[in-house]
């Protein structure tokens, strides 16, 4: 019947998707989702006050700590999947979603993801892609980060290159996925993470290389916003509307050389 050939075909592109990326997490929505190391997927069982812990700075001993707490006081688990030696991990089809993942990953891989809030707990020794995600948020710690046609992304991350972006609007990065140990971005209470190049955007559809693109904003540590140009000509303030932090360029003055 065409009911059983539907469930076939599911089957099929299932499997599929679990060879290509050994773990994947689709089609769910108005959730709390946590993932545990062991693979474990727990469903609405995350309490508040877990979700503020992730949603901020971290030791970088915290999260291993955290995971052995979590994990000997879970009782009831409602899924189990086989990603817990995952060398990457797929999240796709997410909607009004809050995640947590624990497990060790060496990529992940977002896709089509709208208005969540995504929590990596464990550095991920490899690359992040983004794409299609909306009016999110995504705190991460990787070692190169890929985001295309996504808008209005808020980025807490650490990441050793600088990030690149593609079909881009409204992006927001942050360096404040570690604690701050007071020495700048060299180390920041990341473990020897190496320096954070979170500020260091590339834009591949903004080739000027005296202005800077519109397509982004970059937050200090002191909860500014920061327009550094590498040719330092333009200098930026940040301007608060309606909530949504705005860049306001200034342009630079040209100043008038007399005669000689």
């Known amino acids: 019947s065409t009911s059983k050939q539907q469930q076939q075909q599911q089957q099929q592109q299932q499997q599929h998707l679990t060879s290509q990326y050994g773990g994947v997490l689709e089609n769910k929505s108005n959730c709390t989702i946590e993932i545990l190391a062991d693979g474990t997927v727990k469903v609405n069982e995350t309490t508040d006050e877990q979700l503020k812990l992730y949603a901020v700075p971290r030791s970088c001993n915290y999260s291993s700590t955290q995971q052995q707490s979590d994990k000997a006081s879970s009782s009831s688990t409602t ?4 990603a817990s030696d995952a060398s990457s991990y797929l999240l796709q089809n997410l909607r009004n979603t809050t995640l947590l993942i624990h497990s060790p990953l060496h990529s992940l891989h977002l896709q089509h993801i709208q208005n969540c809030k995504i929590y990596i707990s464990t550095p991920i020794i490899g690359p992040v892609h983004v794409t299609d995600v909306i009016k999110s948020e995504i705190r991460a710690s990787c070692y190169q980060l890929r985001v295309h046609d996504s808008k209005e992304v808020r980025l807490g991350v650490w990441v050793r290159s600088g990030p690149i972006i593609e079909d881009c609007s409204g992006m927001v990065f942050e360096g404040n996925y570690y604690l701050d140990n007071g020495d700048g971005n060299e180390d920041g209470g990341s473990g020897g993470a190496g320096r954070n190049m979170f500020w260091d955007v590339k834009d591949f559809n903004w080739l000027r290389a005296l202005r800077k693109s519109p397509n982004f904003v970059v937050v200090t ?3 500014k916003l920061e327009n550094k140009e590498r040719e330092g000509s333009i200098t930026a303030r940040p301007q608060r509307e309606d909530n949504v932090e705005r860049l306001v360029v ?7 050389k007399g005669d000689s």
């Not at 899924?79 to 086989?82: C, E, F, G, R």
């Not at 200034?250 to 008038?256: R, W």
């Open 221 to 223: 540590k002191e909860g």
């Open 250 to 256: 200034k342009e630079p003055k040209l100043e008038e």
């Open 79 to 82: 899924t189990t999947v086989a």
